[in-house]
């Protein structure tokens, strides 16, 4: 699948072997002013603002829809550089008083625009969400994002594949996220470096099309340059419809060329790495780095244990960050902030899976914890069917659609040594804002630590076996 | 871009694996326009204190390491974030050039086109490197990109390998854009064969 969407992009190669691939569709967010601002020093308009769309929100606030409520007038520039710098060139944006706005990963995939067998790139890292609709998504930096206005192509050096097969049946109480954390606690952060991944087996196509983009989502956090799923039913009944999606004859004839694009099964991949679904346990993380998951029954880890003195040095800073002693339960780790959202977990699926655990359930008390939809669409469904209020009953606020919380651009920041239960992807040091703690959970287990204020086991919740 | 030919300079270790671009550059100054010196911002949460005050553990804050223009990293330096400013951070403070066994791939690209030049070395002679480095603060390093060589603190040379284009591109201080702006042409051609559906 990697090599048909490679070879029917491929523009020119050049002689060291880097390909110029034309790039269908570019997304762009408010942290793209630098490019902007690149292109217009070299007097360069967007060659392809028809395939060019924009929505900011690093930079929006999630306490209300008025962009002068930031009172930093650098990030309240970044968010409405975006919207001017997208008038000025005919770029679609989904703007703040927009019904569409939200995290771009989330945005793109909702309104149609992520086409299985496209390729997308997009200013950041988590591009690499796309392609769990059978798309080849790169996240790529700002002189990237400024050649890709101005020649809406892209060079890349041709990576290697790998093939990551999760076989089997998930648990109860066990996610997409918890799959991802698993796979990034097998190969490690630096895992999958130079290579695109593809997702299979069948624990990943029982997967609904929220679950994949979740998965594809992490794949960066195991140094992946993409990751990718091949298309199927569930793709094409997720896209039809879509604002962007093609319809009528281009339907027919887009489906025709999506059915084609799926893996020979005899492919060969660089690399195999293979995971049975049914050992797969709700996983959290102990410390600074996505790969420092394990299952929630677990203790924090001894460093005393490492496998090399790189290593024990490593988990000996993460432990003295993140506040935690070699060998204390996970579930005795007491919690002070819940952060549900982010391009990972915030589509309605994870604020289904989320309310489930809470219905009826009161937030621990001395517990902030937020809920922060991923685009104001899915905020409107999940308070069309009432999550909204299961939410806000339980004490959780119910906030509007952004970044907030998983990298606090706009603000939204965990306090120094407050520690948080966050459904986002990364738990670098100060990811959430200086000197935060982040533990990385599924949706589930986010809402069952904020209601026990302490990480929780979401199947000991279900069966009422939790304590207190 | 600045042009990178050879660099001898004290070189910074960072004996840390998975070094995140978090790390190298704070996201609260992601909003600062390109004219900020980011060389100030570089490393700023593990340089300085909350009240501004050095951290004086730091190595880039001990008197030995202050004049480092090339960084020796453990694996997967400059993961995560794609934030280019991690490049411009460096760069602006004066670092030509990193060593390390692996990179976030993000970075390596963004590295190439600002004119800071990555240089995949493996792990066992980054180790040593380190570790004599970490011994000796204030040894320096030698890197030749027309010869492709690094020169550790012992002396001993390694050969690099790096892609004859991005050499081209690092020596001339060129840019990738004007090269692909001679290419509009397939790029039109391209789009007419799309547009056809015969791509
Ligand atoms: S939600 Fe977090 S990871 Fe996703 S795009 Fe926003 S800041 Fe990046």
């Known amino acids: ?468 | 871009m600045k042009r990178f030919e050879r660099v001898l300079a004290v070189a910074l270790p960072v004996a840390q694996p998975n070094f995140d671009t978090d790390q190298i550059l704070p996201a609260r100054y992601l909003q600062k326009p390109r004219a900020n010196d980011f060389g100030a911002y570089l490393f700023r949460d593990l340089r300085f204190r909350s009240d501004g005050s050095e951290v004086p553990d730091f190595p880039l804050n001990q008197p030995a390491y202050r004049d480092a223009r090339i960084v020796v990293a453990e694996a997967n330096f400059a993961c995560g974030s794609s934030r280019e400013h991690a490049v411009w951070a460096l760069g602006d403070h004066g670092f030509r050039a990193v060593i390390a066994p692996s990179f976030g791939d993000i970075f390596l690209s963004n590295a190439l086109k600002n004119g800071l030049l990555p240089v995949v070395l493996p792990s066992d002679v980054v180790a040593p490197m380190l570790r004599a480095l970490l011994a000796q603060p204030g040894s320096r390093v030698a890197v030749d990109l027309e010869a492709q060589t690094v020169t550790g603190p012992d002396r001993s040379v390694h050969a690099f390998a790096i892609d004859p284009f991005s050499k081209r591109c690092l020596l001339q201080g060129q840019d990738e854009l004007d090269y692909t702006l001679d290419q509009l042409g397939h790029i039109e051609a391209f789009e007419r064969r799309v547009a056809a559906g015969s791509a």
């Open chain 1, 1 to 468: 699948m990697f090599d048909r969407i490679w070879r029917s992009h491929q523009i020119v190669e050049r002689d060291d072997g880097q390909a110029l691939l034309y790039v269908d569709r570019h997304l762009v967010q408010d942290g793209s002013a630098p490019a902007f601002e690149m292109l217009r020093q070299r007097g360069l308009v967007p060659r392809a603002p028809e395939r060019t769309f924009s929505t900011p929100d690093h930079y929006v606030p999630t306490d209300s829809r008025d962009l002068a409520t930031v009172g930093d007038p650098e990030k309240r520039g970044m968010a409405q550089a975006l919207i001017d710098d997208s008038a000025r060139a005919g770029i679609t944006c989904f703007g703040l008083g927009d019904r569409r706005q939200g995290i771009v990963h989330v945005v793109s995939p909702e309104q149609g625009l992520s086409w299985p067998g496209a390729v997308i790139a997009c200013g950041d890292s988590h591009t690499s969400t796309h392609g769990a609709l059978g798309a080849l998504a790169f996240g790529i930096g700002a002189t990237e994002v400024s050649h890709v206005l101005a020649t809406q192509s892209l060079w890349q050096r041709k990576p290697k594949t790998m093939r990551i097969a999760v076989d089997g049946r998930l648990g109860s109480g066990v996610s997409a996220k918890d799959i991802v954390l698993a796979v990034i606690a097998k190969i490690g952060a630096a895992g999958a470096v130079g290579h695109v991944v593809e997702y299979a087996g069948s624990a990943i196509r029982d997967l609904s099309i929220e679950g994949r983009l979740t998965v594809c989502n992490m794949s960066i956090e195991a140094g992946a340059r993409a990751g990718m799923i091949a298309p199927d039913d569930a793709t094409f009944e997720y896209l039809a419809g879509r604002p962007y999606a093609p319809a009528g004859r281009d339907w027919d004839d887009a489906l025709l060329r999506w059915r084609a694009l799926p893996s020979d099964p005899a492919a060969g991949f660089d690399r195999e790495v293979s995971l049975d679904a049914g050992a797969i346990e709700p996983m959290v993380t102990w410390g600074t780095s996505p790969e420092d998951a394990l299952p929630i029954t677990a203790r924090v880890p001894d460093p005393a244990g490492a496998s090399s003195p790189e290593r024990r040095r490593a988990m000996e800073r993460a432990l003295a960050y993140m506040g935690l002693q070699p060998g204390t339960l996970l579930t005795d780790i007491p919690i002070d902030r819940v952060f549900i959202g982010s391009c990972t977990n915030g589509r309605i699926e994870d604020l289904r899976s989320a309310a489930a655990s809470v219905a009826g359930r009161k937030v621990a008390p001395g517990v902030e914890a937020w809920v922060v939809p991923g685009s104001g669409l899915v905020k409107a469904q999940a308070e069309g069917e009432g999550l909204d209020r299961i939410f806000v009953e339980a004490g959780f606020q119910w906030r509007h659609p952004g970044c907030s919380m998983c990298l606090g651009t706009n603000g939204d920041v965990v306090g120094p040594g407050q520690r948080c239960a966050s459904t986002s992807n990364r738990n670098f040091v100060g990811r959430q804002g200086p000197g935060a703690r982040t533990h990385l959970l599924s949706p589930a287990m986010a809402a069952a630590a904020a209601l026990a204020g302490r990480l929780t086991d979401v199947r000991q919740l279900a069966s009422g076996t939790v304590r207190p």
